[in-house]
């Protein structure tokens, strides 16, 4: 099996010394081996295999095996399966402040020579690069490769708060502020107008549907249904885990406007594989997550820029607002409509309701009215 991880580093590329093929962390002789592989790639790749069927999860993953990979071998010197403690420890420092050679803008964003960093990594995205790794080692642990993960000793921070609310959502006055700024947009060409509705249909069918951006990527529309006369859309997202997400008629209409617009019928076919998203023009080749990503990031910068002499405080939240702040917005706006929570933990396909929770801010809001509201003021006899 080829490994995924030979398009960046490949096992020719490495002396026996860094191939992993005696890692000072290697499991010892007798124990019992799940897996084949002889050295710290192809290990590493049999793991991103297991992957490959959600791609959204398999790229960010090899992102992160492929920065670990880079870092041992050029950095510190070992393979990975020589890999410390103090290595770990040594790595989380390196994400924080990542030198200059590997955050170069004039580097292309694929590639065998591609940048690895935007930048330095902020703590919330640290941990979860963290929190892969370890599932790796756990992985290669389990699979008779590795004698044991110098992530299993990590320290456990305390949790801020025994519970957490979102805050990376748009309330209902930006939402609708960000309409109507998209609404202002220029067609007075036909390039112009593309833009418009391919705008418009995005972020409508993103915020209604609260899908991930892998998940509206891969929306056809045969995964549009009329069951006794209301639409869902069927997806399956993390884990194959599937879904039904209620559609209203709202944004169905949306969607017939801009199937009109490139001159297809206006409800999709049952049997169709013309994607819910199409390219610019109009072409039916499906657009990868990261394109949509973009197309959403361009469309609030735009808007963001709209609103900066009105407001710079709104401003500035859209300009940080991204594919992910729309599923969080619908999340908030149904909860503040009164939709009940189990119904919405089923429209995000969370498997927990405390998940969930985070969305609901009407309580915080009542206790900061009830604890901050003027209280009549007694007057004191002389």
């Known amino acids: 099996m080829s490994s995924p991880l030979l398009n960046l580093v490949g096992q020719q590329e490495l002396s026996p010394a860094l191939s992993g093929r005696a890692g000072t962390n290697r499991a010892p002789v007798g124990v019992a081996r799940q897996i084949a592989a002889d050295n710290d790639v192809a ?3 049999l793991w991103l295999a297991e992957y490959h069927d959600s791609p959204h999860t398999f790229r960010s993953y090899r992102k992160e095996a492929e920065r670990l990979l880079l870092w041992s071998v050029q950095v510190r010197g070992k393979p990975v399966s020589s ?3 103090e290595d770990v420890i040594a790595y989380e420092t390196f994400l924080a402040d990542p030198p200059a050679a590997w955050c170069d803008a004039g580097l292309g964003r694929r590639g065998e020579h591609r940048r690895l960093f935007a930048g330095p990594l902020g703590e919330r995205s640290r941990r979860q690069a963290l929190g892969i790794l370890a ?4 992985y290669l642990v389990r699979a008779g490769y590795l004698a044991g993960s110098p992530f299993v000793l990590q320290r456990r921070r305390a949790r801020r708060g025994s519970r957490r609310t979102m805050e990376r959502y748009l309330d209902r006055a930006l939402w609708d502020d960000v309409l109507q700024a998209l609404d202002d947009w220029p067609r007075a060409s036909e390039r112009e107008c593309q833009r418009y509705e391919r705008a418009r249909w995005v972020l409508r069918f993103l915020y209604e549907s609260a ?3 892998s998940e509206a990527a891969a929306s056809c529309e045969n995964d549009f249904q009329r069951v006794r006369g209301r639409w869902w859309l069927r ?8 879904g039904q997400i209620p559609l209203s008629d709202e944004l ?3 969607f017939a406007r801009y199937r009109r617009f490139y001159a297809l019928a206006p409800l999709p076919a049952e049997s169709g594989r013309m994607p819910a998203i199409l390219g ?3 072409r039916s080749s499906s657009l990868t997550p990261t394109t949509i990503y973009q197309i959403v990031k361009d469309t609030f910068r735009r808007i963001a820029d709209a609103l900066e002499s009105q407001d710079s405080g709104k401003a500035s939240r859209v300009r940080r607002a991204s594919t992910h702040w729309l599923r969080h917005t619908a999340a908030t706006h149904q909860a503040e409509a009164g939709t009940p929570v189990h119904h919405i933990q ?4 969370h498997s927990s309701i405390g998940t969930t929770s985070i969305y609901l801010h009407a309580e915080e809001d009542a206790r900061h009215a009830s604890t901050t509201q003027p209280r009549p003021v007694r007057s004191v006899p002389c």
């Open 83 to 85: 890999l410390t403690r």
């Open 235 to 242: 997806t399956v997202g993390k884990g194959g885990v599937e």
């Open 280 to 282: 610019i023009a109009g």
């Open 346 to 349: 089923q429209n995000l396909r």
């Open 43 to 45: 290990a590493m790749g």
């Open 135 to 138: 599932g790796l080692f756990n």
């Open 211 to 213: 899908l991930r951006v």
């Open 252 to 254: 169905m209409e949306d």
